[in-house]
């Protein structure tokens, strides 16, 4: 086993558990989601809600986005459940925490998060040293999306059947990916048991700059405070073209908007009118 001092989880990944976390601290009730373990995993210093990227408007938003798209596919996966859906995958899992938070219906899934393999480590580690243990039915699958595009084969090596029904979600993840990559992504999840849902979140082009008006949408790399630059867009018409050709066969979208109308009904002030992030969900 590596040594936990040559790991780390990835900068993006600890971003999005405090926001999870921040979001539980200091947003007015009811909560979207109540998700503290990932600070728990993080452990990061006292001052750590004065970060410059958990302050601020655009920072607000990016923090709703974390939890609402958390929110819907938590919520998913309950529902799919009930219809015999027995696998949950997590392309880009991070620091997700759905197995230690809900482990009662964890327990009737077989849960693979996807990740790098250095962040994996580190959070086999630290879910180990906090005394949660790795339970029998999660799975976590090293993979480097940047260097290996065999990423089912790792899964059904894990233990993945894709023969049986499944959840894949893939959030925050297409806009770090090349349109290539997605169109990959889409075509293998495609071939997964039929009535398998795929949920994506993506991101809308940048709305361009007028002489009235400065550009909309700020570019993400600015947005995010993150080292790493976004570099796909999409228009809900391309996103779905791509769903339905790569093979699923039902593809909608569901707008920032009405994601954030649906979670966050009464709006308070202090969150955005609307998510950062698009959602796609794709039934094969």
């Known amino acids: 086993m590596a040594n936990k001092r040559t790991v780390k989880p990835d900068s993006t990944s600890v971003r999005v558990a405090l926001w999870r976390a921040l979001h539980a601290q200091i947003d007015p009730l009811p909560h979207v989601l109540e998700d503290e373990i990932g600070l728990k995993l993080v452990a990061p210093s006292s001052a750590w809600r004065n970060r ?38 997590i392309l880009g899992a991070g620091l997700d925490t759905f197995a230690q938070r809900s482990p009662e219906i964890a327990s009737r899934l077989q849960t693979f998060e996807i990740d790098r393999p250095g962040s994996q480590e580190w959070k086999r580690q630290r879910l180990i040293e906090l005394g949660y243990g790795i339970p029998k039915g999660l799975h976590l699958v090293p993979v480097d999306f940047e260097v290996d595009d065999a990423w089912l084969d790792h899964l059904v090596a894990a233990g993945f059947d894709p023969s049986r029904l499944a959840v894949v979600a893939s959030t925050g993840v297409s806009m770090y ?43 993400a790399k600015k947005e995010s405070r993150s080292k790493k630059p976004f570099i796909s867009f999409f228009t809900p018409d391309e996103i779905l073209a791509l769903a339905r050709k790569a093979g699923f066969k039902e593809a909608r979208h569901l707008s920032g908007a009405a994601l954030t109308e649906c979670y966050f009904p009464n709006k308070p002030e202090s969150l955005p009118s609307s998510s950062a992030e698009e959602m796609l969900i794709s039934v094969t």
Request: without cysteine.
């Open 52 to 89: 410059p990227d958990m302050k601020g408007a655009a920072m607000a938003r990016y923090r709703a986005s974390v939890v609402i798209r958390a929110r819907f596919v938590e919520d998913l996966v309950t529902e799919q459940l009930a219809h015999g859906v027995g696998q949950y995958v």
């Open 177 to 219: 990916l090349t349109k290539e990559a997605i169109e990959a992504t889409l075509q293998q999840v495609a071939t997964f048991a039929p009535r398998s849902t795929f949920a994506m979140t993506f991101l809308l082009p940048p709305e361009p700059a007028t002489h009235t008006k400065p550009a909309g949408r700020p570019s």
